[in-house]
């Protein structure tokens, strides 16, 4: 199955906030349920050894990713501090975080591109889940903005199939109905638009089909770094992921500056 690049529901401006947040809010609540990300923390554990940093800085961050879960475990290996930033970034939910986190998590409250990432911002980057929001052209320039500045880079998508990950997205509305009230902070807002409007449950429906259709596999990831200016100067670990009890895995790209 190829990939098809259609439109997300969430990507639009005119998507009201409150749909949007309720969306990436669903994604970081799974995402540390779950904890399927963390089967990523000893790659990217040697990323940031052999960048020689202890810093993440996370594009794209929605309602905050998986890294509630994903951050202590990274502790086990040694230091880490996390800036989580976005183009529309989620304030409550970034605070919410940075709050829970115990100092491990931080947010950077204006917008960020990842096309073109403030200097200031220096740490390995990471994209969890956002990659495949990206038509090509917009992907490959992320990838070249980190060459050309000379950061490492790690992006993880929640899937190895997209045939799979379109099974599993086709339950998901079920699983919003049955798991939402777990969600916390409690919004009356977000029962409202599960359970009288059901307007999260179709975003993420919609969406999460449309994702499984957008992301990149590792042979398209590897086309897309051949395109990139300077890419040689990098060494590239693209693949797949194991997730232990989960039948659908991980899609990974590692690159660091030599």
Not at 4 to 24: K, S
Not at 83 to 112: F, H, K, M, W
Not at 165 to 181: D, E, K, N, S, V
Not at 211 to 223: A, G, H, T, V
Request: aromatic share 8%; charged share 25%.
């Amino acid at each position: 199955m190829r990939r098809v690049h259609l439109l997300e529901i969430e990507d639009q401006a005119w998507c009201p906030r409150p749909v949007r947040d309720g969306g990436t809010d669903w994604l970081h609540f799974m995402a540390n349920t779950h904890k399927a990300f963390n089967a990523i923390a000893p790659r990217l554990r040697d990323a940031m050894r052999r960048a020689g940093v202890d810093r993440i800085v996370d594009l794209c961050s929605g309602g905050g990713g998986p890294w509630l879960a994903l951050a202590p475990v990274l502790e086990q290996s040694g230091r880490v501090e996390v800036q989580l930033t976005d183009y529309y970034p989620n304030l409550p939910a970034l605070r919410r975080i940075c709050t829970a986190s115990d100092g491990r998590i931080g947010y950077r409250a204006e917008r960020v591109d990842a096309t073109d990432v403030p200097a200031a911002l220096d740490g390995v980057r990471t994209i969890f889940n956002g990659f495949h929001h990206f038509r090509p052209r917009d992907a490959q320039a992320i990838l070249a903005d980190t060459v050309r500045k000379r950061r490492a880079i790690a992006v993880v998508e929640g899937s190895d199939s997209r045939l799979l990950g379109i099974i599993f997205i086709l339950l998901m509305p079920l699983m919003m109905l049955a798991m939402t009230p777990r969600i916390r902070p409690f919004r009356w807002s977000r029962l409202l638009l599960t359970y009288v409007l059901p307007a999260i449950p179709l975003l993420g429906l919609f969406d999460g089909i449309v994702s499984m259709l957008r992301i990149y596999n590792p042979r398209e990831l590897r086309e897309m770094v051949a395109g990139i200016p300077g890419a040689d100067s990098f060494d590239w670990d693209i693949g797949t992921q194991p997730v232990k009890g989960s039948p659908i895995g991980l899609t990974y790209l590692i690159g660091v500056p030599r």
